[in-house]
């Protein structure tokens, strides 16, 4: 590994020294795309790769356990700070939990994921070489550019093609498109999806279909990073053809999204201002600024079941126990505790749930009702 890079945070010494976003012209650090949509959306999946190697730096140091994620970083792999090695774990294991929490609840009824813009991320491996009988569809979405190389990683490295094979039940049940982009099985499928057709296509007679999702068991969806990158329009839209369209009423759904918050005080607009120099534009971020239009934006997307959102130095103070807190804290040496807490206090998991009339309908307030709350801004 090599010197460490902070991209995807503000950069700490830009932070102390200057008053962000001047002289950008750019009005909040909120860079407007002016480049072509095109260019646009390759600097979009671009930020997988940075996704993975801050999963490959938090594995390397003992954060987090995944014989996986070495498979999505060929060659050698940038170091990360210790705070975002932090982050990267805090992320993970919260997110972890709540899907845990998910698939134990009824746990012999069948359920199913969608990830979308799902990358290179490693979940569905874990779960099933944990336990290779789990009743679990899972589906990923994300751009053809990403699912192909998705797949060209599964199909030359054979722990993660193991990994697949053993949670179905006849290896002959997989089939890759012959353009590799695409991956359908009875249990893990990649769909190459630009998630706004999935919106243009839920307004017109045929939507767009993705083989082998069910609109009638239990479905987690989630967001890690990812609708953040569409527009506010788009992102409400790609919601509401999830919850009308694809997995129709009365079928128990729910949404946790991890994503940036809080852009507005002198940090969060470092953070927009750096990433924008990147011409990385987190669309969706004025809008959901807060904890609280985080559970807003999930209550009128239709998840009214309950809901919640944490930051994530909250997750890490209140969801991790302290002998593992103590485990993370000898990984590696963290000095830098104040930038901690800020660079946490920016980036929130939401999670929101609609329960269904089936006798497993009250899958999501099982799973999550007692899930520690953040109560502030
Ligand atoms: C920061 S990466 C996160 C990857 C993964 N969710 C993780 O947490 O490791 C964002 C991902 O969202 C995908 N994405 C963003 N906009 C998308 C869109 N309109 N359609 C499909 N995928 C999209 C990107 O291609 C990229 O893989």
Redesign the pocket.
């Given at each position: 590994m090599s010197t460490p890079r902070g991209s995807?945070i503000p950069n700490l010494n830009t932070f102390r020294s200057s008053h962000p976003g001047r002289g950008r012209g750019r009005k909040g650090g909120f860079a407007a795309s002016e480049q072509g949509t095109e260019a646009q959306?390759q600097v979009?999946?671009?930020?997988?790769q940075?996704?993975?190697v801050?999963?490959m730096n938090a594995v390397a140091l003992g954060y987090l356990d995944d014989q996986f994620a070495k498979f999505f970083t060929p060659g050698p792999v940038p170091k990360k700070y210790p705070i975002i090695n932090r982050g990267t774990y805090v992320?993970t294991t919260a997110i972890d939990m709540l899907v845990r929490r998910f698939l134990m609840t009824h746990c012999s009824q069948k359920k199913q994921i969608i990830?979308?813009?799902?990358?290179?991320?490693t979940r569905y491996f874990r779960l099933v070489a944990e336990n290779p009988s789990l009743p679990l569809v899972y589906h990923e979405?994300?751009?053809a550019?990403?699912t192909a190389s998705k797949i060209s990683t599964l199909k030359r490295n054979p722990p993660l093609l193991k990994a697949l094979q053993g949670h179905v039940k006849d290896a002959d049940d997989i089939a890759f498109s012959s353009d590799g982009t695409r991956l359908a099985s009875p249990t893990y499928n990649i769909h190459p999806?630009?998630?706004?057709?999935?919106v243009q296509s839920s307004q017109t007679p045929q939507p767009l279909s993705l083989p082998n999702l069910s609109p009638d068991i239990p479905t987690l969806v989630?967001?890690?990073?990812?609708?953040i990158?569409?527009s506010p329009s788009?992102a409400d839209s790609v919601l509401s053809a999830l919850t009308r369209s694809l997995v129709p009423s009365p079928t128990p759904l729910s949404l946790i999204l991890?994503e940036p918050i809080r852009p507005f005080d002198a940090f969060g607009k470092v953070m927009v201002a750096n990433l924008a120099s990147r011409g990385i534009h987190m669309q969706t971020l004025e809008k959901y600024a807060s904890l609280s239009a985080q559970t807003t934006r999930l209550q009128t997307a239709g998840f009214a079941g309950g809901q919640g959102a944490v930051d994530v130095d909250f997750a890490f103070e209140q969801w991790i126990d302290a002998k593992e807190r103590e485990r993370i804290s000898r990984c590696e040496m963290l000095d830098e505790l104040e930038e901690w807490r800020l660079l946490a206090r920016h980036y929130c998991v939401a999670w929101g749930w609609r329960n269904g009339k089936q006798e497993y309908g009250d899958v999501f307030s099982r799973a999550w009702d007692d899930v520690k709350d953040q109560n502030e801004d």
């Open positions: 995807d959306d979009v999946q671009r930020t997988d940075d996704a993975s801050s999963r992320r990830s979308l813009g799902a990358g290179s991320d979405l994300d751009f550019a990403n999806v630009d998630l706004r057709a999935l989630l967001s890690e990073c990812c609708l990158y569409l788009a991890y």
